[in-house]
Nanobody, 119 residues
């Protein structure tokens, strides 16, 4: 299984970015797809999840500003990030895991994509 995330970049406060996470190989539409992020000097933190049935869950810090979605036909998940803030700056990682696996465990990680928000 290969997971490739992309779409990061440098933006100003209040602007938007859309991250993509493309998976290939032995995968299932029942897999949960999620995004995590890690800022310099901080632990990796969970951002959002989407189930195979498109149920979504968000961290409080991004609720109302970020939207996670998926296109099972393309084996791809997206993270639409609006109203970005400097504190959203981090390397964002896609994670695809079996529906039975705990968050952050099992499954496969993307290589990470850098998001930088300037004030």
């Amino acid at each position: 299984v290969q997971v490739v995330d992309s779409g990061g970049g440098m933006v100003q406060t209040g602007e938007s970015l859309r991250l993509s996470c493309a998976a290939s190989g032995d995968i299932s539409n029942e897999d949960i797809m999620g995004w995590h992020r890690q800022a310099p000097g901080k632990e990796r933190e969970w951002v959002a999840d989407i189930s195979g049935g498109a149920t979504t869950v968000y961290a409080d810090s991004v609720k109302g500003r970020f939207t996670i979605s998926r296109d099972n036909a393309k084996n791809t998940a997206y993270l639409q990030m609006d109203h970005l803030r400097p504190e959203d700056s981090a390397v964002y990682y896609c994670h695809r895991r079996p529906f039975w696996a705990p968050r952050g465990r099992e499954g496969y990680w993307g290589q990470g994509t850098q998001v930088t928000v300037s004030s």
